[in-house]
C-alpha cells in the first residue's frame, strides 16, 4: 500500500513536457548570450551583437509563452532574471569594453561594472516589486526605469551605429564610456517606460499592426543596422512621452480614487467580483507577474 501511494504521489507531482517551453527558451537566450559574448572576444562583433539581439527575442518568448500556458513557476522567475543579468548586463558591457573603451583603461573598467551592477539592482527592484500586492493600477502599464534587454540594446546603439555608417566618433572611449553610464542610471531611475504586456489592440488595427510587423521585419532583414538604429532612437524619444503619460493616468485615478496602494477601486476589476460589505475594504486581486525585466 506504501508503495502504491508513493506512486501515486509521483504521478500527481508530474508535470507536462509543455510546461517546460518557458524555461526552454529562457536556456536558449542565455545560449545565445554566452555565445556572442564568445564572438566578440574572437573580435567577431557583428555576430555578437546579431545573437544579443536573438537573446533579446527569446527572452521575450518565454515570458510570452509563460502567459499562454499560464505557467508561474518560481524557478522560471529566477532562471529568466539570472539569464537576464548575463544576456543584458554582463555581455553588453564585456562588448562594449573590449570594443571601445579599451584606451581609457581603469576609467573604461569602471563605467562597464557600473552597467554590470546597476542591471543587476534593476532586475532585483523588478522582481521585488512585481510581488507588491498594494502597487497602483497605472504603474502595471509602465516599468520602472529602462528594462534590462532595451538598456542592452541602448549601450550597444553606438556599435550598431557604427556597422550601419562606418568608422568615426561612434568607437570613441569617451562616448561609448558616456552612453554606458546614461543607461546604467536610466535602468535604476524612477523613470515609468512605457510597457507593451498590457497593450490591447481594437479589431480594426489587427491588420494595420500586422503590415507595420512585416514592414519591420523586412527592413530588418534588409537594413538590420540602420533598422536597429532607428529604433534605439524611436524609443530614447518614446521616454518623455511614457512619463507625461504615467503622470496623467496617476492624476487620474488620485481625482477618481480608482486605485491608490491600501485602497480599492470604484468598481471591480473583475467580473463577479463581490462588494464588500459597509466600513470594510474589499481587497483587490493581484495577478503577478512572471519575472520578466
Not at 521575450?60 to 543584458?88: H, P, T, Y
Request: glycine share 8%.
Amino acid at each position: 500500500m506504501m508503495l502504491r501511494s508513493r506512486r501515486r504521489q509521483r504521478q500527481r507531482t508530474r508535470r507536462p513536457l509543455l510546461h517546460m517551453v518557458p524555461n526552454l527558451f529562457t536556456i536558449l537566450s542565455l545560449c545565445a548570450g554566452f555565445t556572442g559574448l564568445r564572438y566578440g572576444l574572437d573580435g567577431r562583433y557583428e555576430v555578437a551583437v546579431a545573437l544579443i539581439v536573438a537573446a533579446a527575442v527569446l527572452d521575450g518568448l518565454d515570458g510570452r509563452a509563460a502567459r499562454l500556458l499560464n505557467i508561474q513557476s518560481k524557478l522560471g522567475a529566477e532562471l529568466d532574471s539570472l539569464a537576464d543579468f548575463f544576456n543584458f548586463g554582463v555581455a553588453p558591457a564585456l562588448l562594449v569594453y573590449l570594443w571601445a573603451l579599451q584606451p581609457i583603461r581603469g576609467l573604461g573598467w569602471a563605467v562597464a561594472l557600473l552597467f554590470c551592477v546597476c542591471c543587476a539592482l534593476r532586475l532585483a527592484r523588478f522582481n521585488t516589486e512585481a510581488d507588491d500586492p498594494n502597487r497602483p493600477r497605472w504603474s502595471q502599464h509602465f516599468f520602472t526605469g529602462v528594462p534590462a534587454p532595451a538598456a542592452a540594446g541602448l549601450a550597444l546603439s553606438p556599435m550598431i551605429a557604427w556597422f550601419a555608417f562606418g568608422h568615426g566618433i561612434w568607437q570613441s572611449a569617451w562616448v561609448n564610456a558616456a552612453t554606458l553610464a546614461a543607461v546604467a542610471m536610466l535602468m535604476v531611475s524612477r523613470v515609468p517606460t512605457l510597457s507593451l504586456k498590457r497593450l490591447r489592440l481594437r479589431p480594426e488595427q489587427i491588420v494595420p499592426t500586422l503590415a507595420m510587423a512585416g514592414l519591420l521585419m523586412a527592413l530588418l532583414v534588409t537594413e538590420p543596422w540602420l533598422t536597429l538604429s532607428l529604433l534605439a532612437l524611436l524609443y530614447v524619444a518614446s521616454l518623455p512621452f511614457g512619463f507625461v503619460l504615467a503622470a496623467r493616468m496617476r492624476r487620474e485615478e488620485a481625482v477618481t480614487g480608482a486605485v491608490t496602494p491600501g485602497e480599492s477601486p470604484a468598481e471591480p476589476l473583475a467580473t463577479g467580483a463581490a462588494s464588500a460589505p459597509p466600513g470594510k475594504e474589499r481587497v483587490v486581486p493581484f495577478e503577478p507577474r512572471q519575472g520578466r525585466s
